[in-house]
């Protein structure tokens, strides 16, 4: 739901703060106060193409913001509610579905999760910058997430009842075929990956041999190898010994010597400590205070005498062996080519060689293998079938039942010579599906039906899509009988119609704006999805109908030393709105004053029965 619109510098808008409340919102004013101006602003949200002259003169960028409720906190805590069939309702699957989103591109709010701004700011100098949740994004992403949350109806640029790839969607979720969809879709994505193993198997018998030999070679090589994680560092700790043996022996027996036998005259070291430690024993058997030294001592002569013994040892034990040199190297040099080709350690190589000996396995089974995916293919080709049969004669019954209520509520907009169809066609493929009746046709993760709405507004026209439908109030009257027929399946929470009924008089007028009313969820079944409506109007029936009443003026205000126009928005109560609305009338006198109160009060009789009063009266 739209909660707050703020402009800044936009046309003639100096800066505009509006609030708009569940239900309907209508907005009322003379011709050139601005009405259609908030639209196009709320426009460029919708990716609309943003032009410098929208910049109010005298400034520098013009700035729209739009902050959203996806759903209230309660209900994030309470968790997802259910229709009567089971499913999700629309609006909260969207609102889950918006948050994906969010979370996925870094954009989420965790303080208000439930809120969701929207701003686009553009610049003299023709730059334009986008922003949700105050973070700069691509237009393309600000366009996507705000053409699921408004529909502008009235202008044809956002109408996602026009955009046919939303048809099969909305067709599915009226007649509940969604359930049944879902299994289609699991068949289908489970197809794709047979058919993506079997493109990797359906090779010319000349590729799948060289790679069999290069498979073959690779794991031999690596297999013959035999390599041993940790084997390098051990070889390279190896060969710095081997390679400087001569000299590791001489500083180990000087080593050694220095311990054991002294340097020139002077004895060595242990001989030293070993005198030291006979003193520190002599002295500790007259002072027992200084037995922890001579122990400290004894403990010292140890080591120097384990040290000796290890440097002996560690002498004996090196060798000149220039062939286990050679051997080293040789082996270091295979670990480095394979390192080369197959890795950057031998841990990698020896998975690499893992691998490629499943990957020969398989290959070397690929006839096999190929025959038993081919099985699997035409299985599934079949049972996919069945399901888009299946489908595809549920969406005629719910095209058809559709079709007559659009009908009906065409009638009732003084439309009764319109035709409405839901075109259901498949398109034929010799290695598509294959449906019941034999034939092999496309499909995709939503069957096999191609979904088109068609609409003959006039006697004797041919039906068309809803996109080549004439543009202004007819649009905007078909758009509202399918919103009202649609209105459980249609997830877009904000549906604004700008300028719906023109070309219509006022008894259809309040036909209209019940219809806009009840779009609001309000007065209809449980399942109704509740859509927040903005309408902007010129016919009082329609407007008597409004939760919210917003008047827009145009006023003029002194800017320096310039008088400049505005606009200014202003929620009408009470005996504020009678006024508008005998103005709207053209009857200012006290027989319209009783001819408004009377509206009014039909307005909240029909709002407090809950039932069509007006159409009733219509009926006779």
């Not at 027992?288 to 030294?293: D, F, I, L, R």
């Not at 007028?509 to 903005?534: F, M």
């Amino acid at each position: 739901m739209l909660l707050e619109l703020h402009i800044r510098n936009f046309a003639i808008i100096q800066d505009l703060r509006l609030q708009f409340h569940p239900g309907l919102n209508v907005l009322t004013g003379e011709t050139g106060a601005g009405k259609s101006i908030i639209v196009d602003a709320l426009g460029l949200l919708l990716g609309d193409r943003a032009l410098t002259e929208w910049v109010r003169a005298g400034a520098e960028r013009a700035e729209i913001e739009a902050t959203f409720r996806l759903f209230s906190p309660q209900e994030k805590q309470g968790g997802p509610t259910a229709t009567s069939n089971g499913a999700q309702p629309p609006e909260e699957e969207l609102a889950r579905e918006l948050l994906d989103l969010l979370a996925r591109e870094g954009l989420d709010d965790p303080d208000q999760p439930h809120l969701l701004t929207l701003g686009r700011e553009v610049r003299l100098s023709g730059r334009n910058i986008a922003r949700v949740n105050g973070r700069a994004v691509s237009l393309q992403l600000l366009s996507e997430i705000a053409n699921r949350l408004v529909d502008i109806h009235g202008q044809g640029e956002h109408l996602s009842l026009l955009r046919p790839r939303s048809h099969v969607h909305l067709l599915d979720r009226y007649g509940g075929l969604l359930p049944l969809r879902r299994r289609l879709a699991e068949k289908v994505q489970e197809l794709r990956s047979v058919q993506g193993e079997l493109q990797r198997l359906r090779q010319d018998a000349r590729t799948v041999a060289q790679r069999l030999d290069m498979l073959a070679f690779q794991v031999e090589e690596i297999r013959s190898a035999a390599l041993e994680p940790g084997e390098e560092e051990a070889l390279e700790a190896e060969r710095r010994r081997l390679g400087n043996a001569e000299a590791l022996l001489q500083l180990a027996q000087a080593a050694q010597a220095i311990l054991e036998q002294g340097a020139g005259e002077a004895p060595g070291a242990i001989d030293l400590v070993s005198d030291a430690v006979g003193r520190l024993e002599r002295l500790a058997r007259i002072d027992p205070t200084m037995a922890a030294a001579a122990n400290l001592g004894q403990g010292l002569l140890e080591q120097l005498q384990e040290l000796a013994r290890e440097l002996q040892d560690y002498g004996e034990g090196l060798e000149f062996n220039p062939t286990r040199l050679v051997e080293v190297e040789e082996r270091l040099e295979l670990i480095h080519n394979l390192k080369r080709k197959y890795g950057d350690s031998i841990p990698e190589i020896i998975a690499f060689g893992e691998q490629a000996q499943a990957e020969l396995e398989e290959l070397g089974n690929w006839e096999a293998r190929t025959e038993e995916l081919e099985a699997q293919e035409e299985a599934l080709l079949r049972a996919i079938g069945q399901l888009a049969g299946e489908l595809s004669q549920r969406r005629q019954q719910a095209g058809e039942t559709m079709a007559r209520q659009v009908e009906a509520e065409l009638a009732e907009l003084r439309m009764a010579h319109a035709r409405f169809q839901v075109a259901i066609s498949q398109r034929e493929d010799p290695s598509g599906a294959y449906l019941p009746d034999g034939r092999r046709v496309a499909f995709d993760r939503t069957g096999a039906d191609r979904v088109a709405f068609t609409i003959s507004a006039n006697p004797g026209e041919p039906l068309k899509p809803l996109a080549k439908v004439a543009s202004g109030g007819e649009t905007s009257r078909l758009m509202l009988a399918l919103k009202g027929v649609l209105a459980q399946a249609d997830a877009t929470p904000t549906l604004i119609f700008d300028e719906i009924d023109q070309g219509i008089g006022g008894r259809v007028g309040a036909v209209v704006g019940e219809k806009l009313w009840r779009l609001t969820g309000q007065g209809s079944q449980p399942d109704a999805a509740r859509h927040q409506v903005i309408c902007i109007t010129h016919l009082p029936q329609l407007a008597a109908f409004g939760d919210q009443h917003l008047s827009v003026r145009k006023r003029t205000f002194q800017e320096g030393e310039q008088v400049r126009t505005g606009t200014q928005v202003r929620p009408l109560e009470g005996e504020e709105r009678v006024a508008e609305l005998m103005q709207m009338l053209g009857a200012t006198s006290d027989a319209g004053r009783r001819s408004v109160e009377e509206m009014l009060a039909e307005v909240a009789r029909v709002k407090g029965e809950g039932r069509s009063a007006i159409e009733e009266r219509l009926k006779d």
